[in-house]
């Protein structure tokens, strides 16, 4: 069931954003997958199978991002998902996505509390997807409320799915606006 045409690997390493250079510079990785989606052209009332066929390209995916971005899954501060359906899609073929690459993401990583954000819509060949990411143990440290933007020239086509998955080794470079630090998590609730 499962298609895949292309994946596609992206990592940033900030360095400053205006302020002082960082001691460490933060890393922003992204994973995008083109899959061709089974569903386009026509609805479909049960569409969960495909969800459960995802798993293993969850893992597969969380897995090349991880190593991009250094191997090391203690180094992994925050992250988030999302999907852009093709033109022929619906927004509800790119909800599959929470399930295996949330999952995957969390498994891979060990302590991951926070729910994972997501991001789905549809879109034409060679839109972006600007996912959101947040601390992966506490949703409300607030240094960590960002985004990496996803996009591949040639995807998704009408009939395919865009699956992304973002992590990062940081929050935003110069923080400052307040609110729960990642110091400062304390319930342990993916929460605060």
Same mark, same amino acid.
């Given at each position: 069931? $499962?298609?895949?045409?292309? $994946?596609? +690997?992206? #990592?940033?390493? +900030? ?16 994973? !995008? ?8 052209? =026509? ?32 180094? $992994? ?27 995957? &993401? =969390? ?6 509390? !926070? $729910? #994972?954000?997501?991001?789905?819509? #549809? ?7 600007? #996912? ?17 933007? +996803? ?5 998704? =086509? !009408? ?7 973002? &992590? *990062?080794?940081?929050? =935003? ?7 729960? *630090? ?11």
């Amino acid at each position: 069931m $499962i298609e895949v045409r292309k $994946i596609v +690997v992206t #990592v940033e390493e +900030v360095r400053h954003d205006g302020g002082p250079v960082l001691s460490l510079p933060i890393l922003k990785g992204a994973v !995008a997958c083109l899959v061709k989606n089974p569903f386009a052209g =026509r609805y479909e009332a049960e569409i969960t199978p495909m969800m459960e066929a995802l798993k293993p390209l969850g893992v597969e995916c969380a897995r090349k991002l991880l190593d991009a971005l250094g191997g090391d899954p203690g180094r $992994i501060e925050a992250y988030g998902k999302g999907s852009l359906v093709g033109a022929s899609g619906e927004l509800e073929h790119g909800a599959l996505w929470h399930v295996p690459g949330g999952y995957a &993401m =969390r498994e891979l990583l060990g302590q991951a509390l !926070a $729910i #994972v954000p997501s991001m789905t819509k #549809v879109g034409p060949m060679g839109a972006s997807l600007d #996912v959101p990411i947040h601390h992966k143990d506490a949703a409300y440290v607030r240094s960590h409320f960002d985004g990496v933007t +996803v996009a591949v020239a040639d995807g998704p =086509r !009408a009939d395919e799915i865009l699956f992304a998955l973002a &992590m *990062t080794t940081g929050g =935003r470079p110069h923080a400052r606006v307040g609110g729960l *630090t990642k110091d400062a998590i304390g319930k342990w609730d993916g929460q605060r």
